[in-house]
């Protein structure tokens, strides 16, 4: 996966979903735009809608809600998990981009770091369908 000042889209539609997320938790220079670009732009070429992605906030922030700091109940990760596949089935780039970001959640900081991260797609998706010759290098 080639990282850098500049990516084509054709790049970023390469990229896979886990390899993208990797970026964000390596040291070095902040991804974070760059990859939700990638997914914006993967999810957009998918035809997947944009409700998607914001019921899929919503399951986020529905197993965030209340949670003293530390490990996840076990409850809530099954819930969360349930919720996701549901709202996943059919769309298997969703799925890829979803079962990347949840893998390494264990604590409560995870999931408000999966739902900022959700949220900065969610905005560049946005952009991107208004402008879209704005997502053509990033």
Do not use: Y
């Not at 390899?19 to 964000?24: G, N, S």
């Not at 070429?45 to 109940?73: E, H, K, Q, T, Y």
């Not at 893998?103 to 408000?112: E, M, S």
């Amino acid at each position: 996966m080639q990282m850098g000042a500049t990516t084509t889209r054709e790049q970023r539609l390469a990229w896979k979903p886990e390899d993208a997320i990797a970026l964000l938790r390596r040291p070095g220079p902040d991804e974070t735009s760059t990859v939700a670009l990638a997914m914006a732009e993967q999810l957009g070429a998918a035809g997947v809608p944009i409700d998607a992605l914001d019921m899929c906030v919503m399951f986020w922030s529905r197993a965030l809600d209340g949670l003293n700091p530390g490990p996840i109940p076990p409850d809530r990760l099954a819930r969360l998990d349930s919720e996701l596949a549901s709202e996943t089935r059919g769309s298997p780039v969703l799925g890829a981009w979803l079962a990347a970001l949840r893998q390494p959640v264990a604590v409560a900081h995870d999931l408000d770091h999966v739902i900022r991260f959700l949220m900065q797609v969610r905005q560049t998706w946005s952009m991107t369908a208004r402008f879209p010759s704005r997502g053509e290098t990033a």
